[in-house]
């Protein structure tokens, strides 16, 4: 799995965990609602260190959290790929 795709996934998770819809994020994170769109649906695939900080303030948990799964710790490296 890229880390692209690990991204999406744990947003989604999230977002359903949370049974937060996109929009409700947005409001919650101010990150624009076409920002996670793109990010969501592979519009945008290399999204910066301080949407994904927004992104996990708006979700009520650190970055650290975010990244702190199986997938990411099982993610090899991508460079040359």
């Known amino acids: 799995m890229k880390t692209y ?12 965990e949370r049974r937060m819809s ?3 994020l947005a ?4 990150v624009p609602p076409s920002t996670i769109k ?5 519009k945008s695939v290399n999204p910066g260190v301080v949407t994904l900080k927004m992104l996990c303030d708006g979700l009520g ?3 650290a959290e975010f ?3 199986d997938v990411f710790r099982a993610l ?6």
């Open 27 to 30: 409001i919650a994170s101010s």
């Open 38 to 42: 793109n990010i969501l649906y592979g």
């Open 22 to 24: 996109v929009h409700a």
């Open 67 to 69: 990244f702190d799964t």
């Open 5 to 16: 795709s690990a991204v999406k996934e744990r947003l989604l998770g999230l977002l359903g």
């Open 61 to 63: 948990i650190s970055i």
């Open 76 to 81: 090899g490296e991508e460079i040359g790929e």
